[in-house]
């Protein structure tokens, strides 16, 4: 049977559009971090790097590497951690500079990946599909911890609607955002989904 986080973990991955408490566990990641413009092309390649990889782990019993407790599952969606720069930040005056934009992109790897498998399997994909940004890919565990969440429907420039109704639901329950940080979980193909139509799990911290 393949694991599928859309049956399995439908509180982290299935959010209605209201917003709503979470508390996320650890989870593992191949992830890249960058900055600038996601409009930009060479944007695209760091979400390639990360797939290739991605795939790479899906298709290991093909390769002979399956690691021990393989199981198959479907890939995670893709997921990225924003921020701005400090001139970003700086400049901010109610609207993002997506110039000034720093992130974190990264897929979700099952629990039966370790660090050593990770590390074979970026090496190997190096060989097999090199890329420049395969150096910056890196392995790493990741708690987001309490968090608000919400699905939002739509263009991610329409987002910060979204964002009041979070901040909103998070001061009537008493809690405090962390940081402007936040996290987007991908569930739509931005290249084939038209913008009105996309999916968007948006998803911060916050202290209890």
Known sequence: MTFDISKSEKNLYLPGTRPVFV????FKFFSIRGSGNPNDPAFADFIAVLYSL???????PKAGIAPEGYTEFKVYPLEGVWDLSERGRMNYAGKVDKDEL?????????????????????ERTKKKKPHPLLELASFETITDGPSIQMLHRGSYDNEPASFRMMEEFAAEQKYVRKTMVHREIYLSDARRTPAE????????????
């Open 197 to 208: 139509k996309l999916k968007t799990i948006l998803r911060f911290q916050v202290t209890i």
């Open 54 to 60: 991605s795939y790479a782990v899906k298709m290991s």
């Open 102 to 122: 720093v992130f974190n992109l990264m897929i979700r790897q099952p629990d039966f990946v370790t660090h050593d498998f990770a590390n074979i399997i970026i």
């Open 23 to 26: 508390d996320v566990p650890s």
